[in-house]
T-cell receptor, first 109, second 114 residues
Framework: QQPVQSPQAVILREGEDAVINCSSS?????VHWYRQKHGEAPVFLMI?????EQKGHEKISASFNEKKQQSSLYLTASQLSYSGTYFC??????????FGTGTKLQVIP | NAGVTQTPKFRILKIGQSMTLQCAQD?????MYWYRQDPGMGLKLIYY???????DKGEVPNGYNVSRSTTEDFPLRLELAAPSQTSVYFCASNQGGSNTGELFFGEGSRLTVL
C-alpha cells in the first residue's frame, strides 16, 4: 500500500516554514524522504530508522512515530532551492522503497 | 564515478514495438531497481535485483522483463509496447546488505508510445 502524504501541494514565501506528513497503513521500520525537481531524478534527503536514528545529508529535520505509522518532514526558513516535489518512502524487504503520493512545494520570493 | 547511467534518455516507440532500456552502475552496488513514474505521480517499482542472476517482480511488472548477468548492468526490456507504458523510467541502486540507506537514481529515460 502506498503511503499517503499531506498536503498535496503548498506554496511558501522564502523564510517560511512547512511540514509535510506521511502516513502508512503498514508497520513502519524505516522511512525515506526524497526531493524531486521538475524533470530530474529524485534525490535522497534522509532516512529515519526504527529506534530514532536519523541519517541525512541536508539541514532538514524529520520525525518518525512508529506507533502511529507516521513521519513528518520539517522545512524551516525555506529557500527558493527547496522547491520541488517531496516523496516519503517506506522500506520493505531487500530495501525496496514504496513511494508516497508526493507533496509539491513551491517557494516564492 | 559516473554513478547510475541510463540510456537512452528519450525514445519514441510505436505500439507493438520492443526495446531495451539500459542501466549501468559503477558503485559495486548489489541491489538494483527499476521504477516508472507517470506524469504528476509517484514512483512505482517494476522489478528489482539483489545480485547477479537474481531478479524479482515489483508492484507493476506486467509488460516488462529484466535480467542481471553482471553486478553492473540491469537492463529493462519492454515487449509489445502499449500507450500505457508511456512514462519516465528510473533505474536506481543501493549497496544492500546490512546497510539501510539511500537509493542512487539515474537521470531517467523518457519513453513515449504512440
Amino acid at each position: 500500500q502506498q503511503p499517503v502524504q499531506s498536503p498535496q501541494a503548498v506554496i511558501l514565501r522564502e523564510g517560511e516554514d512547512a511540514v509535510i506528513n506521511c502516513s502508512s497503513s503498514k508497520a513502519l521500520y524505516s522511512v525515506h524522504w526524497y526531493r524531486q525537481k521538475h524533470g530530474e531524478a529524485p534525490v535522497f534527503l534522509m532516512i529515519l530508522l526504527k529506534g530514532g536514528e536519523q541519517k541525512g545529508h541536508e539541514k532538514i529535520s524529520a520525525s518518525f512515530n512508529e506507533k502511529k505509522q507516521q513521519s513528518s518532514l520539517y522545512l524551516t526558513a525555506s529557500q527558493l532551492s527547496y522547491s520541488g516535489t517531496y516523496f516519503c518512502g517506506t522500506e520493505g524487504g531487500y530495501q525496496k522503497v514504496t513511494f508516497g503520493t508526493g507533496t509539491k512545494l513551491q517557494v516564492i520570493p | 564515478n559516473a554513478g547510475v547511467t541510463q540510456t537512452p534518455k528519450f525514445r519514441i516507440l510505436k505500439i507493438g514495438q520492443s526495446m531495451t532500456l539500459q542501466c549501468a552502475q559503477d558503485m559495486n552496488h548489489n541491489y538494483m531497481y527499476w521504477y516508472r513514474q507517470d506524469p504528476g505521480m509517484g514512483l512505482k517499482l517494476i522489478y528489482y535485483s539483489v545480485g547477479a542472476g537474481i531478479t524479482d517482480k515489483g508492484e507493476v511488472p506486467n509488460g516488462y522483463n529484466v535480467s542481471r548477468s553482471t553486478t553492473e548492468d540491469f537492463p529493462l526490456r519492454l515487449e509489445l509496447a502499449a500507450p500505457s507504458q508511456t512514462s519516465v523510467y528510473f533505474c536506481a541502486s543501493n549497496q544492500g546488505g546490512s546497510n539501510t540507506g539511500e537509493l542512487f537514481f539515474g537521470e531517467g529515460s523518457r519513453l513515449t508510445v504512440l
